[in-house]
């Protein structure tokens, strides 16, 4: 049982390259987030998804964009990449998305993204 | 002020002791609250969840809710070393699905 699956697991990008992380949950939730981890900071929202089709703004959204392609994988895409993107990315799903269920989130393993 | 307040710790217990983490939380409506662990180097995973008023609990470990005084706790009873991992508090305003964390504190179980 996969459950979430991120890629890539590490990644090293120079000031100004795009790049994609993908994320796919086979749990057949509804709702999708993507977190950024800093030291010191705990986790960041940075998009979620409460439902296929929808998307919305968390706590940190700028220079981000996101996708929820289809009701398993949600992408995160940085157009162009800088020095404070360099963190932990960890994306997560929900079940039904509907009270009391949200928040028992289910992580993938994270990934590790450095800007230079 | 953050919507989620924790002490980044260290907490450092003796083996068998009680650990008693707090986290408090700034926006009354919040509706659901949860405990995360998170070993180093590895992904947070839920341990518990609590909606209402008062305690839940589930083997060592219980939660504490008093929504009066915007406060959630958690009690791990008869701590173990391979409870060393920071706990990360997280809420979530029912319907909304947004779900926030608190820094988390960092638990170390002394052997």
């Known amino acids: 049982n996969a459950g979430v699956t991120q890629t890539p697991k590490f990644q090293v990008l120079k000031t100004g390259q795009s790049m994609t992380l993908q994320c796919a949950q086979d749990?057949?939730?509804?709702?999708m987030y993507w977190y950024r981890q800093d030291p010191g900071m705990g986790l960041r929202l940075i998009y979620y998804s409460a439902s296929e089709g929808t998307t919305d703004k968390g706590e940190v959204p700028n220079g981000y964009n996101v996708s929820r392609l289809n009701k398993r994988e949600f992408s995160l895409r940085l157009e162009s990449a800088a020095p404070s993107q360099t963190s932990v990315y960890f994306c997560?799903?929900?079940?039904?998305?509907?009270?009391?269920?949200?928040?028992?989130?289910?992580f993938g393993e994270g990934s590790r993204l450095t800007v230079l | 002020q953050k919507e989620v307040e924790q002490n980044s710790g260290p907490l450092s217990v003796p083996e068998g002791a009680i650990a008693s983490l707090n986290c408090t939380y700034s926006?009354?409506?919040?509706?659901?609250f949860f405990w995360y662990r998170q070993y180093s180097g590895k992904s947070p995973e839920l341990i518990m969840s609590?909606?209402?008023?008062g305690d839940k609990e589930d083997g060592r470990f219980t939660a504490q809710l008093n929504k009066a005084s915007q406060y959630v706790s958690l009690l791990i009873r008869d701590s173990q070393p391979s409870d060393s991992a920071t706990y990360l508090c997280a809420l979530s305003f029912g319907g909304y699905q947004k779900v926030t964390f608190g820094i988390g504190t960092k638990l170390q179980v002394i052997p």
């Open positions: 609590i909606y209402s008023n």
């Open positions: 749990m057949n939730h509804n709702s």
């Open positions: 997560a799903s929900s079940g039904t998305g509907f009270f009391p269920n949200t928040g028992e989130l289910f």
């Open positions: 926006d009354r409506g919040s509706q659901s």
